[in-house]
C-alpha cells in the first residue's frame, strides 16, 4: 500500500517522489525484510501471530539488518532508501535498555548500515536522498494508520514550500464510494471499504483508492504448528481505503 500511496502522490503542494521508480520501488518493498516472517508468523502468549511492534528485539534487528540485501539485486537506490529507513526506525531505539548482547546488536546494525549507506549513496545528491527517505516515512506511518482505522499526523512532510504535515483520520459520515481506483480497476461489489480524509492534500488525483489482501484469522492458536495451518487456509479478504480531500 506505501507503493501505492508513492505512486498517487504529487501536486503543486506535494512534490511527486523523483527519481520516481526506484522511490515507489522502495517504498512498496520497504517491508521487505519480513517476508519470510509474515509468511511463518511467531505465536504470541495469547495464541496469536505477535505483530511486529512485539517482536524480540533480537530477531527485529536481524530482519532489518537483511533487508536491504533483497532489494540490491533490483535498485541500488531502493537498497539505499530501505537501509535508510530502517536506521531511521532505529534511531528511537537507545541500545542501553537492552542487555549487553543484544544493545551490542543493535549498535552493529547502525554502524553497518551506515557504511552501506556511504557505500550506496556515494555520487548521488544527499538532499534528494533525505526528501525520498523522509516520503518513505510519511507513506509508511499512513499505510499502517490505514490499515488500523487510526487518526494520525504525518510530521516532516517534504512540500513544495519546506516540510509539512499532514492530518489523515477516518471520514465520518456516509459518502458515495468511487466507482473506479486510479489504475481504472473497478471496485468489487461488497469489498470491505474504510474512508479516510487527508488535509492539506497531497496527491495528484481528487480521490485516492489503496488496497491489498489480508488473511483472516480467528481464535488462538496452541502451537506454532497450528497457526500456521491455519493461516495457509485461512480466506483471502480484499481491503480498499479511499482517500479524500479533508
Known sequence: MSGQLARAWGNDAFPAPAPREPVCLAAEQHDVGWADADLAPRLGPAGRPLSFLEYPRAEHVAIWRDAPQRLLAQSRYAALLVSLHGTSLYARVDPAGYEPAVAAAIRDYVNGQRALQAQLGAGLDAEEVDRNRR????????????????ATRLEDVPGADGARAIRVEPAGGDEPAPTRIRDDRAVPAGVATARFIADPWPFTAAQVVVGCEARELRGSYADAARLRAALASAPWVPLRFVLSPG
Not at 516520503?135 to 487510526?150: H, P
Request: aromatic residues 6%; glycine residues 6%.
Open 135 to 150: 516520503l518513505i516515512l510519511a507513506w509508511d506511518r499512513l499505510s499502517l494508520a490505514l490499515c488500523q482505522g487510526d
